[in-house]
């Protein structure tokens, strides 16, 4: 196992800063109620990195799925086609708009359905799409992991940054359905949606569609409404990702066949489940412990009395 770790090294240090920054971009997003939008956007690169692979299939090129340069067709493809999305949810769907999420989704079968029939066209595009879609993060190469992490890494230091901005910009689209002009937010809340495009785009090329989705919303969605504070929340979503992405891969590899990414996945939903109920139990014991105070108070008071 220990050797198994060592050949792994920066694919779980990529996985593991990739899923902290996704998770705390997933919880801006849910604020904002943008989660729908997200998926569409994540569905729109994914097509464009299996259209990117078409292409160097079409043309005959010799293409190594592991060396990826910044440049290389099927990681622009993903680029530019999330970037068309996120224009398409943008400024086709209008936020006065009734019943938006209805046209979201049907954007992402549009997205899903172009995906399966360049993949239909040209049928050794297969094994990229299972890969687009489930992701398998043992398969990643060193020279992948080594740009997602130099990603999130940047990305986790821009959001550290400018949180507080970050978060009040997300309260304020919540509330208002807009950024209010004045200040620094409307910028900086640029800057997030630019961060927040780019990281996911990144993550879909490299680890699929299943552990951006998962990283992005399920660890934000288990944790909503049981902390108080921007700070306790912000640092139980960056642990749970950050165990849960260790742990399930870790459980992939002495199972070996069990999948990285479903068991990432579960993982977040185990340890996300037992960070939720810590809170319960802690304050089931406060309020026992209050509850035991006050009889014991009431009973000696009675004895004073008589």
């Known amino acids: ?16 800063l990739t899923s902290v920054a996704l998770a705390l ?24 990195a299996v259209a990117g692979f078409g ?8 293409h190594d799925h592991g060396e990826f340069s910044l440049l290389s067709l099927p990681l622009a493809g993903s680029l530019l086609a999330g970037s ?23 954007l992402f079968a549009i997205f899903l359905s172009l995906t399966y029939l360049v993949t239909a066209l040209v049928p050794s595009l297969e094994t990229h799409m299972a890969t687009q879609y489930f992701g398998d993060l043992a398969v990643i190469t060193d020279r ?13 230091c821009l959001l550290g940054h400018f949180w507080r901005t970050i978060s009040a910009a997300s309260f304020e689209i919540a509330t208002f ?15 997030f949606v630019g961060l927040a495009l780019i990281t996911i785009c990144v993550s879909i090329q490299f680890m699929g569609l299943l552990f951006t989705i998962s990283a ?16 306790n929340y912000t640092i139980a979503t960056a642990l749970i990702a950050a165990i849960g992405t260790v742990s399930g891969f870790i459980l992939s590899l002495w199972h070996g066949s069990l999948p990285t990414v479903p068991a990432i996945t579960l993982s977040f939903l185990l340890i996300g489940a037992c960070a939720r109920l810590m809170p319960a139990v802690n304050g089931f014991m406060f309020m026992n412990r209050r509850s035991l105070g006050n009889t014991g108070g009431k009973g000696r008071k009675t004895e004073k009395t008589s």
């Open 1 to 16: 196992m220990t050797e198994l770790l060592s050949v792994y090294h920066w694919t779980i240090a990529a996985g593991v």
């Open 177 to 191: 359905g807009r950024v209010l002009p004045g200040g620094s937010k409307p910028a900086v809340n640029r800057l």
């Open 84 to 106: 068309g999305a996120a224009l398409l949810c943008e400024k086709m769907i209008r936020p006065s708009l009734p019943a938006r999420n209805s046209h979201y989704i049907a």
């Open 25 to 48: 971009i997933g919880s801006q997003l849910a604020s904002r109620s943008q989660s729908v939008q997200a998926l569409v956007i994540s569905q729109g690169s994914s097509l464009g």
């Open 55 to 62: 292409f160097l299939h079409l043309l005959d090129s010799s």
């Open 144 to 156: 992948e992991s080594q740009l997602s992490l130099v990603i999130a890494f940047i990305a986790l």
């Open 216 to 231: 992005l919303f399920l660890v934000p969605v288990i944790l909503s409404h049981k902390l108080e504070g921007l700070w």
